[in-house]
């Protein structure tokens, strides 16, 4: 494997463990375009367990966008567009990971495997690792960055909940 390569997986290592923050993340267009793919093809796979295909597919993209509107206007509210590409791309990169890891558990989830407390986990540390990077990139306190990412949530989940029918 590549150096870069090495680099970059060793950089969504470091952000999963909150030892990294979107400030470390490299200011580069194209990792951030890179990183968009593979969050809403993964999103639209996902999707896929709880609504028909074709809708699935639009699910991703729609959730990408959606995700990318709401970070920009909230560092558009703290004064710190600048952060921008390196903070949704952060976001975008632990995306990824959490939904690889989430693909799998979802699949093979059944009521009696108890790989819903798994999934649930994986949640919990999604959110953690997502107030990490926001506190970071709007610099205000940890519950407010909770507060925030609350937020974020309500509006995909009614949002887009209305709008691919799912509420």
Known sequence: MSTPWR???ALIGDLLRLRRGPQDVPYSPTVLLLALLPYALLGSALAAFVMPAQQALCYGPAETALLAALVYAA???RRRPARYVQTLTA?????VAFNALSLPLTALAQQENGLG???LLLVGW??????????QALDIPVPASVLVNIGFFLV????LGSLFGLL
Request: no cysteine.
């Open 126 to 135: 999604s959110f953690a690792v997502s107030v990490h990077i926001l506190r």
């Open 117 to 119: 407390l798994l999934i």
């Open 75 to 77: 560092l558009a509210l």
């Open 7 to 9: 680099a970059l997986l």
């Open 91 to 95: 976001l975008l990169l632990v995306g």
């Open 156 to 159: 995909a989940y009614y949002g």
